[in-house]
């Protein structure tokens, strides 16, 4: 199975139908985080508990994604107006023929890493087995395969770092705000010799935005921005009170029953807000940046994961 | 504090029962510490036994049931092996699997995408409990790609039969969720090509229940984490599936815990003493099974050694009661036992008070107290008897200082009080002093005219006190009986040294300078008997020639040799015994004759060569050298001072 089969067969079952956009069953906004409850999405459950949206008149209710129901799911179903993507996979699904607007752009940086087992550097592991979440994500990691002439066996996996833990492989990919913590809980040591971070290497590709249907977005674009504007309001709120903010989200994750704890969340929240500043700018400054997209763009149709360029115009309102 | 201090040091009873009382306490710090450490090794040991045999009857539970899994899983392996092409026998296999055991969770049979092409992407024989019965379907879908799971690709990855790390398994139809571990089993056709996976999952639920019971302390809990160090048994539910065993130590660095975690994840079997949460714990893992899990059981000490921990404290407290009593009865004993002495010390007041003949108690004891008091008694009567001689003695002494006073002042007399000066005459003057060391003394000056002749002398017999004082008087006698007739200062001697020496039963001597002045014209005779020469102050200071001749008193027909000299006008004779020159300050130095010689030059040299003028700054001269020396020697001078009036 090609790269580019696997990562089409994944955009395609997680949003096949989704170009169906339909009209929301009632007056509420309902917002889909990509994953299920953590500090990764602290800025939207900070701006629904102390009332921005409401504040923005937008009717807002955030609904998590379920293993029966995964987020991309919930809106080709019209069961949610936006959901969260990283820039790849709206460049993967906009290349799929379902234009998506961008209308909050949260991460500045990539947090994407590769981590090896215990003395290994990732990048003298020719041929490696390494883990690739089965829901995508992994498109940079990919390239760089490519690039590097690596070759790695690319092992898709449902949920964990079992895995890896388990030996069963050679390295895994990882978010520097989720798995890397998960690993360095499971008593592994990760540092320099054996993690490898994409963001360092070239491919500081943003990752996390809010997107909806472009369809939906021309008939709603107020809503939209309002939308925007009060979670923009929320991740601001987060970051000036960490402490309260990871409160609000263990309010979410005991509420939604998620295995994690407030040292996991305080280690997500303080990376997630890091990733958000600008390493050129050094702010906060919730926008696409056109460089981004041209070099995600650029290398994904290298390595034939799109049929075009999409541009920056495309993505933004 | 320092009263206290200054208490116990007056309490004699205090002290010596605080030494008991101290040096048991060593005694029994060292015994029982020995105790202590042996006791709890004793328990320790114990505690390592017992939690040992839990573990390994846990460990032996939890084996015997996986076994029976991994059987089962083996079977079914061969015959699925035996009909790979025939989908509908895998539910068969996969449903009959749990009817053989019905304690399993579930069975999937699972192979690769499209093995079976009427069957499309997914095949999984799925069969799990469903109330009384079974429930077997196919359980993949676009929803499940069980190929993506981790029990699917744990087995195909490591190419083994392994089992998983414990998850939540969720039942869609009823969408309940339960903890499970999946034994997962590849299977692969003739070629050795994979085709599927064989997953039977047991419910950790027993399991958990199973080691959450095991509790060989009060307070000791149990837990088992997986590989990733994930809590699945845990006393805390919030950290069941939450936290890993490292979790705190990210924000709270342990070492000690992430050293025992590490051990556990390794499947180490042992035991680690450690503070857990606050409180210091004895840790003992064991690994389960092939299941990648391990269990601990964490024994606080202070269960542990509760029951060592209470005797020691019980038996710590009855030595501290025991010693404080001893020290209380000690005291009570022993200032009973002194009573007889402090009573003893009370009569020894009264009698220092003066009251000799106060009674003292009869304690009718024959120890050492008893002994004590028949000395005190024995004392008391010798005191009382010493009293009485010592006032006998007094009296006596009182007597005898007394009559020796009224001798003083009877040889005092004796000597010369009155002497000529200017106004009595106008051809001599003579002065003397006489200072004797003891009441009486040994040293005598005597001077009479006769004829127009002054008949003079100076002497000091051999030792002090009473029997020089005699010997003086005699000699002072003989010298007014024999000068009386006589003129001749030799013959003078001799007379007298004859008489001396008949009469001399205790061999004493006198040493005698006898001098005949002319006063008509200055010209003296004169005889020395082994007395210091005089000194002769006048134109200037010299020494008189004198023989040597031996004292008085020794040979009675000793022939002493007459000597003559011309006293000029103004001159001074000046006489002495050696008290003046033998004169001792505090360092023992002698007044010297250098320095009688420098104090009559000066006296000289200032015009004070007049008798008592010399003698007076002789007097001085000597006081002041000696200080407060005490007088060893009797101290006499005598000196004559020839005035010629015939010019």
């Known amino acids: ?317 | 504090m320092r009263r206290i201090v200054d208490y116990i040091r007056r309490k004699l009873s205090i002290r010596v029962s605080l030494w008991v009382v101290l040096f048991a306490t060593l005694i029994f710090i060292a015994a029982l510490s020995f105790l202590f450490l042996r006791a709890r090794d004793a328990v320790r040991e114990e505690a390592v036994s017992r939690a040992t045999q839990i573990l390994d009857k846990t460990s032996l539970q939890v084996e015997g049931i996986l076994n029976r899994v991994e059987v089962a899983s083996a079977m079914t392996e061969w015959l699925v092996k035996r009909h790979p092409g025939n989908p509908d026998s895998m539910f068969v296999y996969s449903r009959g699997l749990l009817e053989n055991n019905p304690d399993f969770y579930n069975c999937s049979i699972a192979f690769e995408p499209y093995y079976f092409k009427n069957w499309g992407r997914y095949f999984s024989a799925y069969s799990k409990h469903a109330g009384d019965g079974i429930r077997t379907i196919q359980g993949g879908s676009d929803n499940y790609q069980y190929f993506y799971m981790d029990w699917y690709l744990m087995a195909k990855l490591l190419d083994r039969p392994c089992w998983t790390e414990p998850y939540m398994d969720l039942d869609v139809p009823t969408n309940t969720s339960e903890m499970v571990s999946s034994y997962c089993k590849p299977v692969k056709d003739d070629d050795g090509n994979l085709i599927g996976v064989i997953n039977t999952s047991l419910s950790l639920s027993w399991l958990s229940q199973t080691i959450s019971a095991v509790k060989p302390y009060p307070n000791s809990y149990s837990i088992m984490i997986g590989r990733g160090g994930t809590y699945f048994v845990h006393p805390d539910p919030a950290k069941i599936t939450r936290q890993t065993i490292f979790t705190q130590t990210i924000e709270h660095p342990d070492t000690a815990l992430v050293a025992l975690g590490h051990a556990m994840q390794r499947g180490e079997e042992g035991m680690k003493q450690m503070e857990l949460e606050g409180k210091d714990c004895y840790v003992f893992y064991k690994p389960l099974g092939q299941t990648g899990c391990s269990m601990a059981i964490v024994c606080p000490e202070s269960d542990i050694f509760g029951g060592f921990d209470y005797l020691r404290r019980a038996i710590i407290m009855i030595v501290i009661v025991g010693l404080l009593l001893m020290l209380f009865f000690f005291i009570r004993i022993i200032t009973r036992e002194l009573n007889p002495l402090r009573r003893l010390a009370n009569e020894a007041e009264t009698i220092a008070s003066g009251k000799l003949d106060a009674e003292l108690p009869d304690f009718q004891r024959i120890d050492e107290i008893g002994q004590l008091s028949h000395s005190f008694s024995n004392m008391q009567q010798s005191l009382v008897k010493y009293i009485d001689e010592l006032k006998d003695t007094t009296a006596q002494k009182a007597s005898i200082e007394r009559d020796l006073h009224i001798a003083s002042e009877i040889q005092m007399g004796m000597l010369p009080k009155v002497f000529p000066t200017g106004g009595d005459r106008d051809d001599v003057q003579i002065y003397a002093s006489l200072t004797p060391a003891k009441d009486v003394g040994g040293d005598l000056f005597d001077f009479h005219f006769r004829d127009g002749k002054l008949f003079f002398c100076i002497g000091d017999v051999s030792g002090k006190g009473i029997p020089a004082s005699l010997f003086m008087a005699v000699t002072r006698s003989v010298f007014r009986t024999v000068s009386a007739r006589e003129e001749m200062p030799d013959r003078i001697m001799e007379s007298l040294n004859k008489t001396m020496a008949e009469m001399n039963e205790t061999n004493m001597f006198v040493t005698l300078f006898i001098g005949v002045l002319d006063l008509a014209t200055g010209h003296m005779r004169y005889c020395n008997a082994g007395h210091d020469a005089p000194l002769l102050v006048g134109a200037g200071v010299g020494t008189l020639p004198c023989d040597s001749n031996i004292p008085v008193g020794f040979m009675p027909d000793w022939k002493y040799s007459l000597q003559e000299a011309q006293i000029y006008t103004g001159t001074t004779i000046f006489l002495f015994t050696d008290g003046l020159t033998e004169a001792e300050d505090v360092g023992h130095n002698l007044f010297n004759m250098q320095r009688v010689t420098d104090v009559a030059t000066e006296a000289l040299a200032s015009q004070d060569q007049e008798p008592r003028q010399l003698i007076a700054r002789m007097t001085e001269a000597v006081h002041r050298f000696v200080g407060d020396a005490d007088q060893s020697d009797d101290l006499t001078m005598m000196a004559v001072q020839f005035i010629n009036n015939t010019k």
């Open chain 1, 1 to 317: 199975m090609s790269v580019r089969t696997i990562l089409r067969a994944s955009a395609v079952a997680v949003l096949g139908l989704w170009a169906i956009t339909a009209a929301a069953q009632d007056d509420a906004f309902v917002f889909t985080p990509q994953w299920t409850a953590q500090a990764q999405f602290a800025g939207y459950y900070v701006a629904e508990t102390l009332g921005f949206y409401k504040d923005a008149g937008v009717n807002v209710r955030i609904e998590h994604p379920s293993v029966t129901q995964p987020a991309m799911s919930r809106l080709r179903k019209n069961d949610c107006q936006a959901t969260t993507l990283q820039l790849c996979q709206a460049l993967e699904i906009i290349d799929e023929g379902i234009p998506l607007v961008n209308i909050l752009q949260t991460s500045m940086n990539n947090g994407m890493v590769i981590v090896s087992a215990r003395g290994k550097d990732p990048l003298t592991q020719k041929g490696a087995k390494v883990g690739i979440w089965s829901v995508g994500f992994g498109q940079l990691a990919i390239c760089m395969s490519i690039k590097d002439n690596l070759d790695y066996e690319w092992i898709r996996f449902a949920q964990n770092m079992n895995l890896f833990i388990a030996g069963a492989l050679d390295a895994t990919l990882a978010m520097s705000y989720n798995e890397y913590f998960q690993l360095a809980q499971a008593g592994m040591d990760v540092n320099d010799n054996n993690v490898y971070r994409f963001c360092d290497h070239g491919y500081n590709v943003q990752e996390d935005g809010v997107y909806m249907t472009r369809k939906y977005y021309a008939k709603h674009s107020d809503q939209a921005r309002r939308f925007a504007e009060a979670s923009r309001r929320g991740w601001e709120w987060a970051a000036e009170h960490p402490e309260e903010a990871l409160d609000i989200v263990m309010q979410y994750v005991d509420r939604e029953h998620i295995a994690t704890n407030r040292v996991m969340q305080r280690l997500m929240l303080g990376e997630i807000l890091r990733l958000q500043v600008d390493r050129e700018s050094g702010q906060r400054e919730f926008r696409l940046r056109p460089d981004m997209v041209e070099l995600a763009s650029s290398m994904m149709v290298e390595n034939m994961m799109l049929d075009r360029e999409i541009t920056y115009k495309e993505l933004v309102p």
